[in-house]
């Protein structure tokens, strides 16, 4: 989930980033029942459901990416927030040079000024976190759910019925693997680029950014020795990383401090990304203008004048061989 730009603040203890849980956890099934952690009555159905995100945030960017990949955009509608993010948090506020820049659609559904509407309608004494992804119902006018590691796991398989797309991104053998893989790639780097850009002492700095690169480190050495994440196929675990990398040359490295080095310098996964990048559709889901004004617009107390670097261009259409890397 990405936090609005007051709730980051209050998430800081002793100089460290502490991410909250998100609390809305029902789940889609194909027939309506319970899900893991949520009640029944969410049933798998076409133009049921609609996806509120963020082109900055890698937490909604993993559900655009499962969108994408599992067919389901006829299925599932998506509305875009502004990628400026202040104290009322995430706005739908829309024109036509946000819309061309940034690709901005304000609330398709109901015309709201903010995210927190939603929020709100949903749970009337609601005081946690405004956040994006939102996965709401649109039939019963509520959030199913706020946390992208269950939404890309529902669109996984939930709607397989109804897209005829049966591809499978958690594959029973290799469940075991793509959490473990999962656990450590969230805290040292998924969020570790947030501690570490968030930190306020520089202690807690320090400590961050150098397991953030020693987490990076290994993952250039797993990369070197197989394709993919746990193996020869891609799985969730690789997506869940790839929106982190795609956004750390052009934002993490300078507006979060994380510059010991780029994820260009690293060969294996450098070109990795630029495989996954490269795949059918996954270019739609990538919009670096929104992203870089997200976050060097919105974080004011890190960059008090809000000014968007121009650096970092990259071919993201460059060619890629992983096969001359392996060691």
Known sequence: MSPNISSWKTSISKGEYQRKR??????????????PDGEAGF??????????????????????????????????????????????GWSFKHDKDAATRYGTTGDKLYGSDYLSQRYRESAADYHGNITVPVLWDTQQRCIVNNESADIIRMFNNAFNHLSGNTLDFYPGPLREEIDEVNAWVYSAINNGVYKTGFATTQQAYARHCEELFSALDDTEQRLRRQRFLTGDQITEADWRLFTTLIRFDAVYHTHFKCNIRLIKEYHALYHYMLEL???????DTVNMAHTKRHYYASHLSINPCGIVPLGHEQNWQAPHNRESLRS
Do not use: N
Request: proline letters at 4%; charged letters at 20%; a positive charge.
């Open 277 to 283: 990048y490269q795949l059918p559709g996954i270019a």
């Open 43 to 88: 049933k798998a159905e076409a133009g049921r459901y609609h996806l509120y995100v963020s082109l900055a945030c890698p937490w909604a960017h993993r559900t655009l990416i499962f969108r994408q990949l599992k067919d389901l955009q006829a299925l599932i509608s998506v509305s875009v927030v502004h990628p400026d993010m202040h104290e009322k």
């Open 22 to 35: 998100s609390q809305f956890r029902h789940w889609i099934t194909a027939e309506g029942a319970a899900g």
